[in-house]
């Protein structure tokens, strides 16, 4: 049951209604047997492994809590690793670590066949068993009291607007909000369906339909060079963050309905003049768990610069394994690890100095990275969008074959391509939109502005709004969600 599906345009109201309807006391039974059977939609087969990993983390984390012992908490928290990232391992790494070990014996002449398990990926599985494994190891450290009432922990879980793709939400966050008595909140709840519809829009008219392009030259890169490839490199960057950031506006806007508020997971990350600043406001909720739970306990900047780099670089690799069993994530991941490291040691990166005070010249410097950064995330997009690092390596080597006759490489790519300049130009006209609430949404919450505008100029634009998200849909397909894979 995808957001973008018929059949969440019915379940979602219908669940709207009952759970204000519903005793206050007794609402988390209506979220519970709600958020199962949304996961019963979408992976049928799985729902016992979600309920096994709430079952894991919920009792070990009691058993933590309730121990004197030093070593028996720890015994505990070590369990509820291995047994949540062996489950992990198994249905998500298992084969590609098979088959890596295996090419690389064979590549010794040492024969082998790989050994491979025929298995589904769980869907959510990457988020909700992150979700759990944060929340044994705070009460492991004491920032969190092990929750007692299962029910609520249950719904903590398996939360339904979050459990496919995040945001990843702490448990001190969460449960506070799922055990209070909540009223229901009109300004709450409509500025709820403001953000679902922002999503949808980033979704289903910028990212559906850039998709169409970057799917054509992805699915057969040695037929093109060029204009067509650059195209696509581009339109890849400004996909991924629509569809995801889509994804999340949708699942903060429709926890609001319920009157729970979701972390923040992206800030206008475009807009950063830095790869750190970048991985500051791109799926926050994500990579402030990694800060958290890998960076920091490697020793974060507290140790030398070399260690410091290393850790850095140690945490992007894992970020990228977490994204999938390719080596293109874990180069992905790698690469935007050591980018960071030449970066800081621009005067502008570094504390106290003279240059970080003058706005005048900070404000210059920030007009020149800022793009430089979107190109170099982008770059490495590539890498994340390829099937092969050598398919990356094959776009960054072909993306500007034959530039030098600018005209012709435009107009060569465009035949090549199948689409006319106006097409070319339509599909790009929503980027408009997107590039001004982004540049707004760096100092102000433009969905607030917009709300605080007199009726005949804020309604026009929720009109045009839903518009161009019915305009541009495909009545009866429900296109995939990219983070839902992982």
Known sequence: MAFNSFAFAVFLPVVFLLYWAFPRRHRWILLLAASYYFYLSWSPQYVLLVFFTTVLSYGTALLIERSDSRKKKKLYLLTALFV?????????????????????LQSLSIPVQPITLKLMLPIGISFYTFQTLSYVIDVYRGDVKAERHFGIYAVFVSFFPQIVAGPITRSHVLIPQLKKRRRFRYKQATYGIKQMAWGFFKKIVIADGLSVYVNQVYGDLPQYAGFPILLAVVFFSIQIYCDFSGYSDIAIGTAKLFGIDLMTN????????????????WHISLSTWFRDYVYIPLGGNRVSP???????????????????????????????????????????????????SKKTSMFFIRLVMVPITFIVVSLVWVFFRAESIQDGFFVLTHMFTGISDFTTYLTSGSVRLSISAAHLLWTCFPLIFLFFFDLFSVKTNVIKAISRQRFFIRWPIYILLLLAILLFSEKGVATEFIYAQF
């Open 84 to 104: 949540s990232l062996g489950i992990l391992f198994l249905f998500k790494y298992f084969n590609f670590f098979s088959s890596s070990l295996t090419s690389f």
């Open 266 to 281: 992206f800030k206008s990350p475009y807009f950063s003049s830095s790869i750190k600043e970048f991985w500051g406001r």
């Open 306 to 356: 070399l260690r410091h780099w290393m850790n850095v670089i140690i945490t992007f690799l894992v970020s990228g394994l977490w994204h999938g069993a390719n080596w293109t994530y874990i180069f992905w991941g790698f690469l935007h690890g050591l980018l960071q490291i030449p970066e800081s040691f621009l005067p502008w990166n570094q504390k106290n100095h003279p240059i970080r």
